[in-house]
């Protein structure tokens, strides 16, 4: 079955919405050009750098969330490994390494074929998923890169979950 591809005019720009988000947020950005939009999000753990791009010929908004964590030769393997271990547990995007620039980063797009609008809530709940997704498991990277843990002992310490309060 062929698809087809017809483009419909739209009414806002999918990149006007997030910049509305970051703008009612006070959150530090940067929009270059029309089809992205590059926005600083503190953490818990460490500030991270979002970019949400408009892919025109795949109508879709695409979010990448990065976070700086300096990889060496020695560590790549098992970074490979927890990267692995971390994607099965998630439902929504995927984390991936990005040598060039040195950098971790949680991936997901949201489809708005057709000429489909992207709704404020949509883009609030993407970007809210990426800094959950980074916070969760920014430890496991720690552990594996800076502790030397191998992949499953991070995901082992960094998942334990406590129950009450000391």
Known sequence: M???????????????????????????????DDDEISITVGGGWTDYHVAFTWLADVEALHLGCAFD????????????????????????????????????LFRHSIILAGGTAPSRSQCEAALQAAIAACERYYQCFQ???????TAQEAMDAAMFETVGEA
């Open 2 to 32: 062929p698809v087809t591809h017809s483009r419909i005019a739209r009414t806002e720009h999918p990149v006007d919405v997030v910049e509305q988000i970051a703008a009612g947020n006070a959150w530090s950005f940067d929009r270059e």
């Open 69 to 104: 964590l300096r990889v060496a030769e020695r560590n790549r393997g098992e970074l490979q490994k927890l990267i692995t271990l971390i994607n099965a547990q998630l439902w929504i995007g995927h984390f991936g390494h990005w040598e060039q620039e040195k950098v971790i």
């Open 143 to 149: 552990f594996v890169l800076w502790s030397g843990k």
